[in-house]
């Protein structure tokens, strides 16, 4: 069965600075999809990014990026010129190809605090 | 933009009750789930629903729980009999069909607090 860590529950950041949330999974699959989701304080999940296994290059939207390691099942996210609002739980999960229900298997998830 | 809502967004019971937390899907998606959190644990797939029945569940999703999706707009969870280990955040998420809708989007959830 495939499981996913996040070994980070904090992360304290200075407003500007760069952070990187570690997660690392475990799977025999070749091919699948992970994704990093934000939850600020009392609201719902949103996708920041996603990263299809069987792309090399690594996922970019806007400040957030991945630094995705195929063979160290490592899927990091990388947060440039952080700003308050950044602020929230990060989740890292996983979708199985062979799920055909597409559901996620998730880390236990990262707490970032922005310092002004 | 379209959103899933849920309700109630916290939920008090005593043990022993029957709860339904409630779900509002974006209206043309059609896989919905149940996810859930226990404080300070990791997000858990419950269950997923297609075609008006259950197309997955998982081993926490005995005989106390059930869903159902009553009239095409609402998607709910029942728990016949809470017991104090189901308190928990419950996520309801929904994606479309087909493999380049692989993004699942979440409601913000219901706090449930069984007493």
């Known amino acids: 069965a495939q499981t996913v860590t996040q070994s980070q529950p904090e992360m304290s950041v200075q407003e500007a600075e760069t952070v990187t949330l570690s997660c690392t999974y475990d799977?025999?699959?070749?091919?699948?999809?992970l994704f990093w989701y934000k939850q600020p304080p009392s609201r719902q999940m949103i996708l920041v990014i996603r990263q299809e296994a069987y792309k090399q290059q690594n996922a970019t939207e806007n400040r957030f990026s991945v630094n995705f390691q195929k063979a160290a099942k490592s899927f990091s996210l990388k947060i440039s010129d952080s700003q308050l609002g950044d602020a929230a739980m990060y989740f890292c999960a996983y979708r199985s190809p062979t799920s055909g229900t597409y559901k996620y298997i998730f880390g236990t998830g990262t707490r970032l605090k922005v310092l002004a | 933009e379209p959103e899933v809502t849920q309700t109630p967004s916290h939920q008090v019971t005593q043990m022993g009750q029957e709860v339904i937390l409630r779900c509002v899907p974006i209206s043309n998606h059609l896989y919905f789930y149940w996810y859930r959190q226990i404080l300070g644990q990791k997000v858990e797939f419950l269950v997923s629903?297609?075609?008006?029945?259950?197309?997955?569940k998982s081993e926490i999703f005995d005989d106390q729980f059930s869903v159902e999706r009553p009239d095409g707009s609402n998607f709910t969870l029942k728990i016949r009999s809470t017991k104090l280990e189901d308190s928990a955040m419950y996520f309801c998420?929904?994606?479309?069909?087909?493999?380049?809708?692989?993004?699942?989007?979440f409601g913000p959830g219901t706090r449930l607090t069984v007493l």
């Open positions: 629903f297609y075609n008006n029945e259950i197309s997955e």
């Open positions: 799977t025999s699959e070749s091919d699948y999809y």
């Open positions: 998420a929904s994606n479309p069909m087909g493999l380049n809708y692989n993004e699942q989007f």
